[in-house]
């Protein structure tokens, strides 16, 4: 199992969570996506997968549900 932590810019709710969380699991391999919700603020993201994540494929997925990189 791989952890990767990242660090989302401008949530602010729980549906923004969703948003993000199912963009991430779409990426093949990612197995669980944990979110600490920092409304307005940057939120820590730990990303568990069974193989390494391209950082292109999260910086795309976090944009596809409307967000950005922090």
């Not at 197995?31 to 603020?41: K, M, P, T």
């Amino acid at each position: 199992m791989e952890t990767k932590k990242i660090t989302v810019s401008g949530m602010t709710c729980g549906h923004c969570v969703g948003a993000v969380t199912e963009e991430l699991t779409s990426i093949d391999g990612v197995q669980d996506v944990q979110i600490d919700l920092v409304a307005g603020g940057d939120s820590p993201v730990t990303i568990t997968s069974d193989a390494p994540i391209a950082d292109a494929d999260i910086a795309a997925a976090v944009d596809e549900a409307g967000y950005q990189l922090a």
